[in-house]
């Protein structure tokens, strides 16, 4: 079992930045790819960020590519994602998830076995 507990969102201005994280508990924090998705409201849950257990790999969702960046720290338990020059449309709760074996994509959903409760990211314009 894995939990995972989100912090660090909050309310900023356009082309303001944020960095988010996810920790998590356990030992075994490192044998986890882990992901953030967002959703919106009145939108479905979408892919951000992911990052293999190694760090070797990242993914990115086109709309996020140059502005964010997904880190982790297997020593802290902790992934990371840096948001810079937010827009409006990023506003969102955030959602870290962690998947022990992703057998097709990063960016599914359905890959991804524990998921946190969320953090609010508001962008005002």
């Known amino acids: 079992q894995v939990q995972l507990v989100e912090s660090g969102g909050g309310l900023v201005q356009a082309g303001a930045s944020l960095r988010l994280s996810c920790a998590a508990s356990g030992r075994t924090f490192s044998s986890y790819a882990m992901a953030w998705f967002r959703q919106a409201p009145g939108k479905e849950r979408e892919f951000v960020a992911a990052?293999?257990?190694?760090?070797?790999?990242?993914y990115y969702a086109d709309f996020v590519k140059g502005r964010f960046t997904i880190s982790r720290d297997n020593a802290k338990n902790t992934v990371y994602v840096q948001m810079n020059s937010l827009k409006p449309e990023d506003t969102a709760v955030y959602y870290c998830?962690?998947?022990?074996?992703?057998?097709?994509?990063?960016?599914?959903?359905?890959?991804?076995?524990?998921w946190g409760q969320g953090t609010q990211v508001t962008v005002s314009s």
């Open positions: 998830a962690a998947g022990l074996r992703i057998r097709f994509s990063h960016s599914s959903q359905d890959e991804y076995d524990y």
């Open positions: 990052i293999s257990r190694s760090s070797g790999s990242t």
